[in-house]
């Protein structure tokens, strides 16, 4: 091999290894936003009723 082709496969291969970070990066920030997202959804899901007291006591079973 030649210095211009060694150097041109190392840079290659240092593009590489940075796409391959900045594609990890942002698929651990996604992950991250999506189990926030998620957390936020539980929270909401088990907050109490602001029906009234009265409603949601029975179920008409008649059609």
């Given at each position: 091999?030649?210095?211009?082709?060694?150097?041109?496969?190392?840079?290659?291969?240092?593009?590489?290894?940075?796409?391959?970070?900045?594609?990890?990066?942002?698929?651990?920030?996604?992950?991250?936003?999506?189990?926030?997202?998620?957390?936020?959804?539980?929270?909401?899901a088990?907050?109490?009723?602001?029906n009234?007291?009265?409603?949601?006591?029975?179920?008409?079973?008649?059609?």
């Amino acid at each position: 091999m030649e210095v211009t082709q060694l150097s041109s496969l190392a840079s290659a291969l240092a593009a590489a290894r940075t796409g391959d970070a900045v594609s990890i990066l942002v698929m651990k920030k996604a992950l991250e936003m999506e189990g926030q997202s998620a957390l936020q959804l539980v929270a909401a899901a088990t907050q109490g009723s602001v029906n009234p007291d009265h409603l949601g006591q029975s179920v008409d079973v008649k059609a």
